[in-house]
């Protein structure tokens, strides 16, 4: 019902290609400086690497960054010296996806064989229903009539979630009206048309069409291996002992 994404213990940090190899310059400098700035607003949060990444830049940090680190991390970041502000976005933590379906809800709207339901037409009926607040599709929903006989529909909607797929346990089998209609929502698997890479982690592609040459590691982000992530982390901290900043 749920796919994981990368670690949360990553922050995500879009920002232009020119951007991104300016800051990689000096890596080293940017995680004493940023350690220094959480140390000193007391936070428990503390940079462990910065990685290069096709959107930007990932900062992957010992324990899940709250709003406050964020601010922190993202003040620092911004005002980076040969930065362009206007350049970067806000950062992000990653996000899961968590796959639903609605059940008991026509295909023909108002009993007009013409007028068969559609994408826009769930998109407002999911931005007209309080119990989607806060509720951010994935990707456009996808509408399937349950037989050809029938005149009901099944809608499959992909929504944004966290690691522990909470905001799709706060839908499932919750009803809601759609005109005369009581719609009910139900947890379902991934729909083979929604794929996620297994080399760099992400959606909306298959592991052969990834353009990333390396592997990724879905913990830390860094190019190695999952089997790897172990011993890498343990290179990485000897490496930073032997050549402080």
């Known amino acids: 019902m749920t796919t994981k994404g990368p670690s949360c213990k990553q922050v995500i940090f879009p920002m232009s290609s020119n951007n991104r190899n300016r800051f990689m310059k000096n890596s080293a400098i940017h995680i004493a400086n ?14 462990d690497i910065i990685c290069p990444d096709p959107a930007g830049i990932t900062i992957v940090t010992n324990k899940v960054s709250q ?14 010296e040969n930065i362009d502000s206007s ?4 950062p992000c933590l990653p996000q899961s996806k968590s796959y639903l379906k609605i059940i008991s809800i026509p295909y023909f709207l108002n ?6 339901l559609n994408v826009s037409d769930v998109e407002t009926i999911i931005k007209q229903n309080h119990i989607f607040n806060n509720i951010t599709l994935a990707s456009k929903p996808r ?3 349950v037989s050809p006989k029938s005149d009901m529909a099944i809608i499959w909607i992909d929504i944004w979630d ?4 909470t905001k799709a346990k706060g839908l499932i089998n919750r009803c809601f009206n759609v005109g005369s209609f009581i719609a009910t929502i139900r947890g379902t698997n991934a729909n083979p048309g929604v ?8 959606w909306e592609h298959l592991t052969f069409l990834c353009k990333i040459q390396e ?4 913990k830390c982000n860094s190019p190695h291996k999952l089997k790897n992530h172990h011993k890498f982390r343990w290179c990485c901290k000897a490496n930073e002992k032997s050549n402080p900043p």
Do not use: H
């Not at 709003?67 to 980076?80: F, G």
């Open 87 to 90: 350049q970067v976005d806000m």
């Open 34 to 47: 940023l350690n220094r700035n959480l140390n000193n607003a007391k936070s428990k949060v503390s940079v």
């Open 215 to 218: 592997s990724k590691c879905i």
């Open 67 to 80: 709003a406050s680190d964020l601010t922190i991390i993202e003040k620092y970041v911004k005002n980076s």
């Open 111 to 116: 009993g007009n064989l013409q007028d068969r």
């Open 143 to 145: 509408v399937i009539k």
């Open 162 to 165: 966290t690691q522990s797929g």
């Open 195 to 202: 794929p996620q890479c297994k080399n760099c982690w992400r």
